[in-house]
Nanobody, 124 residues
Framework: QMQLVESGGGLVQAGDSLRLSCAAS????????MGWFRQAPGKEREFVAG????????DYADSVKGRFTISRDNAKNTVYLQMNSLKPEDTAVYYC?????????????????WGQGTQVTVSS
């Protein structure tokens, strides 16, 4: 099993920035992609951003492209999500997830482990 703990959420105003962190612990895997998802009230959970094991492959939802940046530090087993120019529509619970992979790859589905989530609220 792998445990994921998110941190860094909070209440901010539109235009502000936040950085989310997610630390992984527990069973070690040779390679895994990491991703961020979010779920707003009354909506389905959606993919936000992902990064491959090496960090060389990244993917972003169109709604956050150019504003959010995902990165990872494998020495710390941690993934980050830098969120700039936040909008009220970014308000959601943000979840970190891990996708076990055999090669350096990344997809938007098929994640194996999930964190408990951290709330991000953006006021207008």
């Amino acid at each position: 099993q792998m445990q994921l703990v998110e941190s860094g959420g909070g209440l901010v105003q539109a235009g502000d920035s936040l950085r989310l962190s997610c630390a992984a612990s527990g069973r070690a895997f040779s390679r895994y992609a990491m991703g961020w998802f979010r779920q707003a009230p009354g909506k389905e959970r959606e993919f936000v951003a992902g990064v491959s094991w090496s960090g060389g492959i990244t993917d972003y939802a169109d709604s956050v492209k150019g504003r959010f940046t995902i990165s990872r530090d494998n020495a710390k087993n941690t993934v980050y999500l830098q969120m700039n120019s936040l909008k009220p529509e970014d308000t959601a619970v943000y979840y970190c997830a891990v996708q076990i992979t055999s090669i350096d790859s990344l997809t938007r589905r098929g994640y194996d482990y999930w964190g408990q989530g951290t709330q991000v609220t953006v006021s207008s």
